[in-house]
């Protein structure tokens, strides 16, 4: 496998830490990870155009739009806001990549570039909260999720804001090389577990301060257990909460229910079993909490969109 080769436009006033996020991501040499790594170049956004002033500082890309027409994958960070207007040579330049099968991503309010691109119209797409409202209104054959944390719509990827970059940027990163190198990629940038995209933004329900509380010491605690028979019963009494009221706190706070969520950590565990292990199928099953290995490809096959098998086939050659 090739090295990927991944772009970034530099937007004019665009906030630092999402233009940031790919290149931390991307732009890393990480081959002692997969050989194929990626190779990202930050480009102007403009023709003529060579610096960009991006909260308070000059920036000069070394490369010009043409950069984009050989992108495997696309990343436009955040805009100012949705009131950016931006350049058309862009918008061509992205349209263009994508009719030729060039993956597109947006983080945070980067969707606004996108949708004045076309590319976004019909498709489930994700936003900062605070930009979803207006973005539906500028542009209303989008359908905009205001809770997502980011949505992947196959070539097309678009994030939540700010945090939610990394989620996504991550998740591409596990898409490409497989759940093991995509958490040890996490460990490096020492941050928190993986957070599946259809986990809700903290938007009105934000986590509790330092000191009230909050379910991470019971989501700890499940990871650690989960070739176990875990019931939500269970988490409410580790969390010392009625059952009912554990729902209801959990998907506030997590933004999807409880089972669910329990799932997706078993899917992301059984991949890393699959990509990493030679067990046999049924031993992932039993450690990644599945029980059965009929149980683990009929999750894992709704989830992934291939069979166990096939997919450590993929990920071991």
């Known amino acids: 496998m090739g090295r990927i080769r991944v772009v970034v436009p530099v937007l ?4 630092l830490f999402e233009l940031a996020v790919p290149c931390e991501v991307f732009g890393r040499d990480r081959r002692d990870l997969s050989p194929g790594w990626y190779e990202l170049t930050v480009c102007q956004s403009a023709s003529g155009e060579q610096e960009a002033l991006v909260e308070g500082l000059w920036l000069r890309a070394r490369r010009g739009l043409e950069a984009i027409a050989g992108a495997d994958l696309v990343v436009v960070p955040a805009c100012s806001d949705g009131s950016y207007r931006p350049p058309p040579e862009l918008l061509d330049a992205l349209a263009e990549a994508h009719r030729r099968g060039a993956r597109i991503a947006s983080l945070c ?15 489930e797409v994700a936003t900062h909260w605070m930009h979803a409202e207006e973005l539906a209104r ?27 970059g990394i989620d996504l940027c991550l998740h591409i990163v596990r898409t ?3 759940a093991a190198v995509a958490a040890e990629v996490g460990r490096r940038m020492v941050i928190a577990p993986q957070r599946e995209g259809d986990q809700a933004q903290y938007a009105a329900s934000p ?41 209801r706190r959990f998907h506030r706070e997590i933004g999807v229910p409880p089972i ?9 565990r059984a991949r890393e079993l699959l990509e990493t ?35 450590r086939r993929t990920y071991q050659g």
């Open 207 to 247: 986590r509790p301060p330092a000191g009230q509380g909050g379910l991470a010491p019971v989501l700890e605690w499940a990871r650690e257990r989960l070739h176990e028979p875990l019931t939500v019963p269970q988490l409410a009494g580790r969390a010392m909460m009625s059952t009912r009221h554990f729902v």
């Open 138 to 164: 500028r542009h209303p054959r989008v359908r905009v999720n205001p809770r997502a944390l980011y949505v992947d719509d196959g070539d097309i990827l678009t994030s939540a804001g700010t945090a939610a």
């Open 277 to 311: 292990t030679k067990l046999p199928v049924e031993a992932v099953a039993e450690r990644a909490g599945f029980g059965t290995g009929g149980g683990l490809r009929r999750h894992f096959t709704k989830a992934v969109g291939t069979t166990p098998s096939a997919y």
């Open 12 to 15: 004019d006033d665009c906030p």
């Open 109 to 123: 309010s980067g969707a606004f570039v996108l949708a004045a691109a076309g590319l976004l119209d019909g498709r």
């Open 176 to 178: 490409d090389f497989g």
């Open 260 to 268: 669910r969520w329990l799932t997706h950590q078993r899917i992301a």
